[in-house]
């Protein structure tokens, strides 16, 4: 009996000389700093939208706004309930990630997806209700959002090339 645990000590001793000891300060950086941040941004953009706090600047503020562009009441509101999901989600996956949780990586990546999308999907509607309203949107509002869309899927492809390298870690 005590042979067979033995060996199992030896086995385990050996297979982590064979694993391969990666750098893990990106992980570290996502799960004690960027998720939370990112949770707490996303709060704070919900807050904006449901409030009509994101029209304060304009005179008159978001009753007048939305007294010229209806719909943007309901977008907003829309957009404002999935930044409450979207931060849920990010601490969700932050936890699944320092758990190191079986399939966690793949999670992280989701919610990346999931935040492209979203904010993509709001910019679209965005634009498409200006111009309905004759709203026509400038250069440089166009080169933001595609920027925007571009660094979204680079941050996805970063992470995904990091976690494709650790995916091993994530077993419990």
Same mark, same amino acid.
């Given at each position: 009996?005590?042979n067979?645990?033995?060996t199992?000590h030896?086995q385990?001793?050996?297979?982590?000389?064979?694993?391969?000891?990666?750098?893990m300060n990106?992980f570290?950086?996502?799960i004690y700093?960027?998720?939370?941040?990112?949770?707490?941004s996303?709060l704070f953009?919900?807050?904006?939208?449901?409030?009509?706090?994101?029209?304060?600047?304009?005179e008159?503020?978001a009753s007048?706004? *939305?007294?010229?562009?209806?719909?943007f +009441?309901? @977008?907003n509101?829309m957009?404002?309930?999935? /930044? !409450?999901?979207m %931060?849920?989600f990010?601490?969700?996956?932050?936890?699944?990630?320092s758990g190191?949780?079986?399939?966690?990586?793949?999670?992280?990546?989701?919610f990346?997806?999931?935040?492209v999308?979203?904010?993509m999907?709001?910019?679209?509607?965005?634009a498409?209700?200006?111009?309905? *309203?004759?709203v026509?949107?400038t250069? +440089?509002? @166009?080169m933001s959002y595609?920027s925007?869309f /571009? !660094?979204?899927? %680079?941050?996805?492809?970063?992470?995904?090339?990091?976690?494709?390298?650790r995916?091993f870690?994530f077993?419990?």
């Amino acid at each position: 009996m005590a042979n067979s645990s033995n060996t199992s000590h030896v086995q385990r001793q050996a297979a982590r000389k064979r694993t391969p000891q990666l750098p893990m300060n990106w992980f570290k950086f996502l799960i004690y700093c960027q998720l939370f941040l990112n949770a707490l941004s996303e709060l704070f953009n919900a807050y904006q939208y449901l409030t009509g706090q994101i029209y304060a600047s304009i005179e008159g503020g978001a009753s007048a706004f *939305y007294a010229q562009f209806p719909p943007f +009441r309901i @977008i907003n509101m829309m957009f404002g309930v999935a /930044g !409450i999901f979207m %931060a849920a989600f990010a601490i969700y996956t932050r936890f699944q990630l320092s758990g190191f949780r079986t399939g966690a990586p793949s999670l992280l990546l989701k919610f990346n997806l999931a935040s492209v999308c979203v904010t993509m999907a709001y910019h679209l509607l965005y634009a498409i209700l200006s111009g309905y *309203y004759g709203v026509t949107m400038t250069g +440089r509002e @166009i080169m933001s959002y595609i920027s925007l869309f /571009g !660094i979204g899927i %680079a941050y996805y492809l970063v992470n995904k090339s990091y976690f494709g390298k650790r995916e091993f870690m994530f077993n419990r």
